[in-house]
């Protein structure tokens, strides 16, 4: 997958996409200047007793001037169904945590209305 | 393609524009107002809106490149034509979704000193903000994730005449 020259990345080497979805939102957020990381940080959820980590989430972006999290999905609705366990989850955890989730349809709704130039 | 069915109408969206203009006046009171207002799909608003305004007040324009004209980033296509160094400045827009082209203009405009900087937008979408630092004073409506047309909103630069704001037909 493509991975331009980002302007407003402010993480450490190149980012790694794991979708299509991902590259267009980092496209989004580095054309209008906004400042964005990519996945770095990772929050434990669940650790077992020996302090093994069994359930963890990292975030795809961050914002750092929004101090803001997104999560970008590219399921079906009908499938978020864990991924939307685990943004609770966060929240529970790390209350203090801004985090966001951006469905495939808020992706697409996105890409439709930035071709039609209506996003503001 | 034709617009779909009437969301708000025309006297319902000027009904508001005025509501929102009074508001504006009592607290623009005494002040040095410039009401900024983006083109395109702005410029209806802004004039309905700059009508109910009951103070003196100059009103300016620009204009910010799409993103899917793809360039590198974002740039003013046109500028203000005043200063605004210092005086009060209302950013007229017709929609605030993802916030990310308000977070720009604000951000561009902020470099400029104006004593304060705000936003009154037609329609809002709150639940799909990207950036939420945005000086957002007055909201027309807050609207469901549809796409819309009419009252200055375009599909392929058609409708924008339309007098209601029709939610687009699929």
């Keep these: 997958m493509e991975s331009p020259d980002f302007q407003a990345f402010r993480g450490r080497g190149k980012p790694r996409f794991a979708n299509r979805a991902e590259l267009e939102c980092a496209k989004l957020l580095d054309y209008y200047g906004v400042p964005w990381d990519y996945e770095p940080t990772t929050f434990v959820l669940e650790s077992a007793e020996d302090g093994r980590v069994t359930e963890a989430f990292t975030p795809d972006f961050y914002l750092p001037e929004q101090d803001l999290y997104l999560e970008i999905t590219v399921m079906k609705q009908t499938l978020v169904t864990r991924k939307n366990r685990k943004l609770r989850k966060l929240r529970e955890r790390y209350p203090e945590v801004n985090a966001k989730l951006f469905y495939r349809r808020d992706v697409e709704r996105l890409a439709e209305r930035l071709r039609l130039d209506l996003a503001s | ?170």
Excluded: W
């Design chain 2, 1 to 170: 393609m034709s617009a779909g069915e009437t969301y708000l109408t025309a006297s319902q969206l000027l009904a508001r524009a005025r509501e929102l203009g009074a508001a504006i006046t009592r607290d623009y009171d005494g002040r040095d107002l410039v009401l900024v207002v983006p083109l395109r799909g702005s410029f209806i608003f802004g004039v309905d809106l700059s009508r109910s305004l009951s103070l003196p007040h100059e009103i300016d324009f620009v204009e910010l490149e799409p993103y899917h004209r793809g360039r590198r980033g974002v740039r003013l296509m046109k500028d203000l034509d005043g200063d605004i160094r210092g005086r009060d400045v209302l950013i007229a827009v017709d929609v605030v979704d993802t916030g990310l082209t308000m977070h720009y203009l604000c951000k561009t405009l902020r470099l400029r000193e104006p004593a304060s900087l705000r936003i009154a937008t037609l329609l809002d979408r709150p639940y799909r903000r990207l950036v939420d630092d945005l000086p957002v004073g007055y909201i027309g409506f807050t609207v469901p994730d549809e796409l819309f047309v009419g009252y200055g909103f375009a599909l392929e630069e058609q409708h924008r005449n339309l007098p209601d704001l029709h939610i687009r037909a699929a």
